[in-house]
């Protein structure tokens, strides 16, 4: 692997096997690294817990948590096995020496990741989608998020469910903080508000508002995990296609045993297409200096499509195009995996809030045009990148049936065509951008030309295919590469329909392909050091937790600190679960930045 580049200008299987999360016996690897710091110096007399137990077991371990005076409260998830809790540090302790207990997460708060200006041909990447030929009709995404509020804007809400108060409550559509607004306008705004120039990138889309976060854009892990399971439980009945997720909370533990990745991993085995931020966590707020491992939970699900930000300068030419200075960048803390996925325009890109929505109130300087109870505002972030991708998802699902009626694409097919299809960014290395920059003409073109119905082994192009896609009237080739897991499947491999396309295949699991393929070089690790600046920060190990207290990756390791990652000759890792960076909005060199 090359040596990895510092960017000052920019921030921060089987075929039926499913990904199972693994088991960690002991008392003290059963607690995740936020409790474990927390155990250390409590911060308040009680934490929030996600305590994962032994099958049925649930019922056991409850009243033995009940019976402890100091366990404040305990509630089921609708996860099995999987239920919340708020306990003292003697509670949590005891929790953890139970032998029917699996692992203790934190149940963290995650948080809003938002977008900016950008007009509609340069949100699309490309002229060949104008004008359209699809719109993402009979296609549902559900966005989980803050609400949405419809309007002539955003006015294809099917309807609307609370998880705030952690059930499941069927409500008017509200959007109080004004974030899953944003994000669902980018995804499917009609533009009327704009007269059509800020419009959706498919704006025929039916929306599933799953409020998670409150008027702050603020929510409990718990209470997304809860929106996901819905999703999954509902998905026939509401024709959930896409799942929204532009939102995280810190890594604080393997993504084996993080229930945030076990209910996304669970929805992408029931075939629905999960589309997550990255995070923006890409640098230092103040210089911009380049940092890496700033990814997010879920952005660390193996099988959700995680989304950095591109940023275009607002032009359609794609040339100066570059990595937004927040975007966060691979590998994922624990697992060493690579991540983010792609691009996606994610800087200076304008939508629809409301306007009695904290957003719009406490930033009014972003707003652009306000009409009635809705107006435009320009934000930033990975938020947004990822709502454009669940957009362009859309166009492919309805490419797809449309020319090939009666099967539908697996999550590991639209990936793929999403990162085949990507513009190569020469100047990044791929723990930066992934595969590359979203093509979205390309990924259409892919979704309507092959065949999910042809028998595994055989071909299944029905039309010729382009490798290149005109846009602004030059031709740029595809990257043509699919990075799956740490490494890089070269050729025409998409073509074919492969197991690994099928459902229930585990993205990175190199059982699946044998030695039918040639490995390129890995993505993640090549036993050479590689640098930041002057500071080494790369070794030849995973980022594996080696006890209590501390990290090892590979001879070194990292300092996280309140507002940035700094990299050093240290042999700890220290990190915040709860820092001033870690805020709702970010006001930074003219960007309106929700974190």
């Given at each position: 692997m090359s ?9 921060i ?13 002991g008392?003290?690897s059963k607690?995740d ?6 155990l ?5 007399a009680?934490?929030?817990a996600?305590?994962?137990?032994s099958?049925?077991a ?8 009940h019976?402890s005076?100091?366990t404040t ?7 099995p096995?999987l ?5 003292s540090?003697s509670a949590?302790r005891?929790a953890a020496r ?5 692992n203790?997460s934190?149940d963290?708060r995650?948080?809003s990741l938002?977008?900016?200006y950008?007009?509609q041909?340069?949100?699309l990447?490309?002229?060949a989608?104008?004008?359209?030929r699809?719109?993402g ?11 949405v509020l419809?309007s002539?804007?955003?006015k294809?809400?099917?309807v609307?469910?609370?998880f705030t ?14 974030h ?6 980018l995804?499917a ?6 007269s059509?120039f ?8 039916r929306?599933i508002?799953?409020r998670a976060?409150?008027q702050?854009?603020s929510?409990?892990?718990s209470?997304?995990?809860n929106?996901i399971?819905f999703?999954?439980?509902n998905?026939s009945s509401?024709?959930i296609?896409?799942?929204n997720l532009?939102l995280?909370?810190?890594i604080?533990e393997?993504?084996?045993s ?13 075939g629905?297409?999960?589309v997550a ?5 890409g640098?230092d707020p103040t ?5 890496y491992?700033g990814i997010t939970?879920p952005?660390n699900?193996?099988d959700?499509i995680?989304?950095?930000?591109l ?6 030419t794609r040339g100066?195009?570059?990595v937004?200075w927040?975007s966060?960048?691979?590998p994922?803390?624990y697992?060493g ?5 792609l691009l996606a325009?994610g ?11 904290t ?6 300087g972003?707003?652009?045009?306000t009409s009635?109870?809705i ?7 990975t938020s947004?990148?990822?709502g454009?991708v669940?957009g ?5 699902l309805e ?21 085949y299809?990507?513009?190569p960014?020469?100047s990044?290395?791929t723990?930066?951008?992934?595969a590359?920059?979203?093509n979205?003409?390309?990924a259409g073109a892919?979704a ?6 042809q028998p595994?082994g055989s ?5 010729p295919v382009?490798t290149?896609?005109?846009v ?6 595809w990257?043509q590469?699919?990075?799956?897991g740490?490494?890089?499947i ?8 492969d197991?690994a396309w099928?459902?229930?295949v585990v993205w990175g699991d190199r059982?699946?392909w044998g030695n039918?393929?040639?490995?390129g070089?890995?993505t993640?690790?090549?036993g050479?050091?590689s640098v ?5 920060i790369?070794?030849?190990s ?13 001879s070194?390791s ?10 050093g ?7 915040a679960?709860?820092s001033a960076?870690w805020?709702?909005?970010e006001q ?7 974190k």
């Amino acid at each position: 692997m090359s040596r990895l580049r510092t960017a000052t200008a920019a921030l921060i299987l089987t075929t039926t096997a499913l990904w199972v999360p693994s088991n960690r016996p002991g008392a003290s690897s059963k607690l995740d690294r936020a409790l474990r710091d927390w155990l250390q110096h409590p911060t308040a007399a009680s934490v929030r817990a996600l305590i994962k137990v032994s099958p049925a077991a649930g019922a056991r371990v409850s009243q033995r948590l009940h019976r402890s005076e100091s366990t404040t409260s305990v509630a089921p998830s609708t996860t099995p096995d999987l239920f919340v809790a708020e306990l003292s540090a003697s509670a949590l302790r005891a929790a953890a020496r139970d032998p029917e207990v699996i692992n203790i997460s934190t149940d963290a708060r995650v948080k809003s990741l938002d977008t900016s200006y950008l007009s509609q041909n340069v949100l699309l990447g490309t002229e060949a989608l104008l004008p359209r030929r699809y719109t993402g009709d009979h296609i549902v995404v559900a966005v989980i998020d803050s609400g949405v509020l419809p309007s002539a804007d955003v006015k294809n809400v099917v309807v609307a469910y609370d998880f705030t108060t952690g059930g499941a409550l069927k409500v008017g559509s509200q959007d109080p903080f004004g974030h899953g607004t944003h994000v669902s306008g980018l995804i499917a705004s009609t533009g009327t508000t704009s007269s059509y120039f800020y419009q959706g990138i498919a704006p025929n889309t039916r929306l599933i508002a799953l409020r998670a976060l409150d008027q702050n854009g603020s929510g409990y892990t718990s209470n997304v995990i809860n929106a996901i399971n819905f999703a999954v439980a509902n998905k026939s009945s509401l024709g959930i296609d896409i799942i929204n997720l532009s939102l995280g909370h810190p890594i604080y533990e393997p993504a084996s045993s993080d229930p945030l990745v076990a209910a996304v991993e669970k929805a992408v085995a029931a075939g629905i297409v999960v589309v997550a931020s990255a995070g923006n966590f890409g640098g230092d707020p103040t210089t911009h200096v380049t940092g890496y491992g700033g990814i997010t939970s879920p952005g660390n699900a193996p099988d959700a499509i995680t989304i950095g930000a591109l940023d275009t300068l607002q032009t359609v030419t794609r040339g100066d195009d570059g990595v937004a200075w927040y975007s966060s960048r691979g590998p994922t803390w624990y697992d060493g995996f690579q991540k983010p996925d792609l691009l996606a325009p994610g800087s200076h890109l304008v939508s629809d809030v409301p306007t009695s929505s904290t957003i719009a109130k406490s930033y009014p300087g972003g707003l652009i045009k306000t009409s009635g109870t809705i107006a435009l505002m320009k934000l930033s972030g990975t938020s947004m990148a990822a709502g454009v991708v669940s957009g362009v998802v859309s166009l492919m699902l309805e490419a797809s049936r449309t020319n090939h009626p009666g099967v539908r694409l697996t999550p590991n097919a639209v990936k793929a065509m999403l990162q085949y299809s990507a513009f190569p960014m020469a100047s990044e290395d791929t723990l930066t951008h992934g595969a590359g920059a979203l093509n979205a003409a390309g990924a259409g073109a892919l979704a309507a030309a092959i065949d999910p119905k042809q028998p595994t082994g055989s071909g299944r192009l029905t039309t010729p295919v382009n490798t290149w896609t005109s846009v602004a009237g030059q031709a740029i080739a595809w990257g043509q590469r699919v990075v799956w897991g740490d490494r890089v499947i070269w050729g025409n491999q998409l073509y074919t329909n492969d197991p690994a396309w099928a459902l229930r295949v585990v993205w990175g699991d190199r059982v699946i392909w044998g030695n039918r393929v040639i490995w390129g070089n890995s993505t993640v690790w090549d036993g050479n050091a590689s640098v930041w600046g002057n500071r080494v920060i790369w070794g030849n190990s995973l980022i594996g937790q080696t006890s209590g207290t501390s990290t090892t990756w590979g001879s070194l390791s990292s300092d996280v600190t309140a507002s940035r990652v700094v990299w050093g000759n240290l042999t700890s890792l220290n990190i915040a679960p709860t820092s001033a960076s870690w805020s709702n909005l970010e006001q930074a060199n003219g960007d309106l930045i929700a974190k």
